[in-house]
């Protein structure tokens, strides 16, 4: 199995899985992720027991630098942001993958 999943790729996955249409899984992927996306977008979070939490968070106002002129400070003005923070089965699956030489 390739190491990047596509939408495609998950629905697919899910259908072998369970044992639905490919079709079928795909809109339900897509069904998910719209919702998904539609609770972040009117600032609620999502908890997945297990896999993890989506939240808004607000980065602060800060100062940066332009690497064509890094005299020049530039302001970065305070924004919100998706974060992600893995659930515990997630973290531990995570923690047992070995570390290659390339990684």
Request: net charge positive; charged share 25%.
């Amino acid at each position: 199995m390739s190491k990047t999943m596509t939408k495609r790729k998950i629905a697919n996955e899910v259908a072998e899985r369970i044992g639905i249409t490919q079709s079928a899984a795909f809109e339900a992927v897509k069904a998910m992720l719209s919702t998904i996306s539609d609770t972040l977008a009117a600032g609620g979070h999502i908890e997945l027991r297990g896999f993890g939490i989506f939240e808004i968070v607000t980065q602060r106002q800060r100062v940066g630098r332009n690497p064509n002129n890094p005299t020049v400070p530039v302001k970065i003005p305070a924004r919100k942001v998706v974060k992600f923070r893995a659930g515990t089965e997630l973290a531990e699956s995570v923690r047992k993958l070995k570390v290659g030489p390339k990684d």
